[in-house]
């Protein structure tokens, strides 16, 4: 197949080219909304207790949790006359709004004493913003400018989940545009250097065009159908961007040693694409198969970077194997055009450079391997340092918190927490949908909820109650809004913070109180939807996990014909993951070296979705290293038998390619770091982290030590396993009829000096 691409190439270049071109505009043309219309929501799982709980809510009560929060401060106390008059006219500003419903005011609900700040220059206006995600988010972009600012003497700002989502959407969108200002300019420096060609230089941007505007035109048509996380424009921009020149760099560099070899374009490309070509397809599988794992999570956030990496890594394989051919047979010889660092390269003198065992991951592979067992010891020691911080982390989900301070939702979020004494807003509700209680059944009910340790009060249908006891008769019109003809509610006030440990362990103790006998109790309300949504996380992790697990072995198994090999790159891959959590937990959940990260809000907790993230990306590029370094230490040790020599030089021959494209993949993550959002600084964070790490720790130093330790038993696989390989595996071996290659010409990359020129 990948024979017949390459004639393709060759004979319809142009041809490949211009459909390259008017795809490319088509695709550019349905993602440029992608921006505007993905949604900043997706943490919450739609099958839970609590999001079942909410469209009961919605749908047959009119009622739900306040998701758009008005912080109003008045000059002096918010029961002056003038602060009374302009609060009362704000509240019915907000209430006239199209998608506003359910407003509640400090000034128009008797002056309930929890809408009140401690010092009385604050109130509190609530609402509910009506619909999904985007609706709520198209919502609260056309109603906060209208409510927030001088209204009269009150000066407004707005929070609450509705904004956190909006502020939080609209700040990405800012911070990516920088991040890119940052890094693709240092990308094409970089590009410059390590191709060495300003001309070889822009074929990977080519790629990374076609993987990203692919990938975002994928995510564009894909929100049509389901919810689509905005968040998932980061991976695209980065893996798009990472990948293309990652596949570029390997195939660019096998194609520019045959034609030193005195091959021809045609013949060049021919064998690049049987070898090089061969090593990206199925690396680019391993990268797929791991992404594909987050689609196990039922939180759409988590889902959108599988169809995001998925995406990308389609695009980015169909344009090394495709568009790029096509590019260098329109190009052939002159690839090396501009090349201003021969030079430079070659030390002024015009001599060709030193031979392969003289270089650099040569000679760092074989001192290794004279002293493995002190070098393992050393580096794993060093590992296990960085890895302790990761045995107490604390893990949440993500609030207005992860904002940056300066933002409304973050300053109305702290506001509530420090000023509002029972937290408003952030009360539970309990509802009885199958079957409407007689009233001496919901008092009962009412009565044992009360004496929840954490809840304040209950209201509904039967009165108020506090401690087990009616504090106050039922209001007037509690009927119609506690109860209809197969149901009821109640409504349970608490000052426990909804994302907490304790708010965890109200909503256990609430859901462990028993209902009346014969119905069933949902429980929802912020920490009902914090504690669901944790569970729902942690039993799909082992699922996702297995499947990485499973994936990766087969994979690697088909790819090397060990079963050995296989072990050892998960083992070490959760060795570099988990110094990489130690890394996260230090900074962003201890607030360790903010100086060097940014400024961020420290909650004694970190994103759990981010580590889960994190695993199935950075599990798919390890994987992807793992590929292109096997590759070529397999064909070595099956040409010579010589372990030894076959991992020295196909660290040598992978080791510049490898560390040169983690290095570019790095920078845009880093990039990240400039992020003012808590979540995204971390990932790009994390992610650098861990991809350098990788590319140089774990496959520069232990991936050596370990396989000159286990010797001819890297290469073992049981009798029958080792049939079905010989029937199905991977070859590494020439291609049937490749009789235009020189001898040498099935490496799947170049063994030499010149890789990378």
Request: charged letters at 20%.
């Amino acid at each position: 197949m990948l024979a017949r691409l390459a004639s393709l190439a060759l004979r319809r270049r142009r041809f490949v080219l211009v459909i390259a071109v008017l795809g490319f505009a088509i695709a550019g043309a349905i993602a440029s909304p992608a921006m505007k219309v993905l949604s900043a929501g997706g943490f919450e799982d739609p099958d839970a207790e609590s999001s079942v709980a909410v469209e009961v809510l919605r749908d047959r009560f009119d009622t739900g949790d306040p998701n758009f929060v008005l912080l109003a401060r008045a000059p002096g106390q918010v029961d002056s006359g003038d602060a009374v008059a302009d609060g009362q006219a704000l509240t019915e500003k907000l209430a006239e709004q199209k998608g506003v419903v359910e407003v509640t005011s400090y000034w128009t609900s008797d002056r309930a004493a929890d809408l009140r700040s401690k010092d009385g220059r604050s109130a509190l206006i609530l609402a509910r913003l009506d619909g999904d995600d985007d609706e709520v988010l198209k919502t609260a972009k056309s109603v906060a400018p209208l409510v927030t600012g001088d209204q009269g003497v009150l000066e407004v700002k707005s929070g609450g989940h509705a904004e956190f989502n909006r502020q939080g959407s609209e700040r990405i969108t800012s911070d990516l545009t920088r991040a890119e200002g940052i890094a693709v300019p240092v990308t094409i420096l970089l590009l410059v250097l390590v191709f060495g060609s300003g001309v070889a230089a822009l074929l990977p941007l080519a790629v990374a065009g076609v993987s990203v505007v692919g990938s975002l035109a994928v995510l564009r048509l894909l929100n049509e159908v389901t919810g689509v996380s905005i968040f998932a424009i980061n991976l695209s921009t980065a893996l798009g961007l990472g990948l293309a020149i990652d596949y570029s760099l390997f195939i660019v560099s096998r194609y520019r040693e045959e034609l030193r070899k005195g091959h021809d374009t045609a013949a060049a490309l021919r064998i690049s694409l049987r070898t090089a070509g061969r090593t990206v397809v199925f690396s680019a599988l391993t990268v797929l198969l791991s992404l594909s794992a987050l689609l196990v999570f039922p939180l759409y956030f988590l889902r959108s970077f599988a169809y995001a990496g998925i995406a990308v890594v389609f695009f980015a394989t169909l344009g090394a194997i495709v568009l790029l051919p096509a590019l260098l047979a329109a190009l052939g010889p002159r690839i090396d055009k501009f090349d201003v660092l021969a030079k430079l390269r070659r030390g002024g003198s015009g001599k060709q450079p030193s031979r392969p065992e003289d270089g650099f991951w040569h000679r760092l592979a074989m001192a290794v391997m004279r002293r493995p067992v002190p070098v393992l010891t050393l580096v794993l020691i060093a590992l296990a340092v960085v890895v302790m911080p990761f045995t107490k982390a604390s893990f949440g989900l993500p609030d207005d918190r992860a904002l940056p301070k300066d933002m409304a939702a973050a300053q109305v979020g702290a506001a509530t927490r420090t000023d509002f004494p029972s937290f408003a807003g952030q009360e539970l509700k309990v509802v009885l949908p199958d079957r409407r209680p007689d009233d001496a059944a919901l008092t009962s009910y009412a009565e044992s909820l009360s004496k929840v340790s954490g809840i304040d009060r209950v209201d509904t249908a039967t009165g108020s109650f506090r401690d087990g006891a009616r504090i106050a008769p039922p209001a007037a019109g509690a009927g119609s809004l506690f109860t209809d003809s197969n149901g009821a509610w109640l409504s349970l006030a608490t000052g426990v913070e909804a994302y907490s440990e304790a708010g965890q362990d109200l909503v256990s103790d609430v859901r462990a109180t028993g209902p009346p006998q014969g119905t069933e109790a949902l429980v929802a309300g912020p920490a009902a939807t914090y504690a669901d949504t944790l569970d729902s996380l942690w039993s799909a992790l082992p699922y996702a996990a297995l499947i990485i697990a499973v994936l990766t072995f087969v994979l690697l198994f088909l790819f090397t014909g060990s079963v050995v090999m296989p072990v050892k790159a998960i083992l070490l891959n959760l060795l570099s993951l988990t110094a990489t959590y130690g890394a996260m937990v230090f900074v962003f959940q201890d607030g360790h070296l903010q100086w060097l990260v940014g400024d961020f809000t420290v909650t004694g907790r970190i994103d759990v979705t981010m580590p889960i993230l994190m695993f199935c990306i950075i599990f798919g590029l390890s994987m992807d290293y793992e590929v292109f370094l096997l590759s070529r230490i397999k064909e070595e040790y099956d040409r010579t038998g010589d372990n030894r020599a076959a991992v020295a030089a196909g660290l040598e021959s992978t080791g510049r390619i490898v560390t040169a494209a983690a290095g570019l993949l790095a920078i845009f993550f880093l990039a990240l770091v400039s992020a003012g959002v808590t979540h995204v600084k971390m990932l790009g964070l994390g992610t650098a982290l861990a991809i350098l790490m990788d590319a140089l720790v774990i496959r520069g130093l232990l991936v050596p030590a370990f396989m000159r330790l286990a010797g001819r038993a890297n290469w073992w696989a049981p009798a029958p396993l080792r049939r079905i390989h010989e029937r199905i595996g991977f070859s590494h071996g020439p291609s049937s009829g490749e009789d235009e290659a020189a001898p040498n010409s099935a490496d799947d990359v170049s063994p030499t000096q010149h890789a990378m020129r």
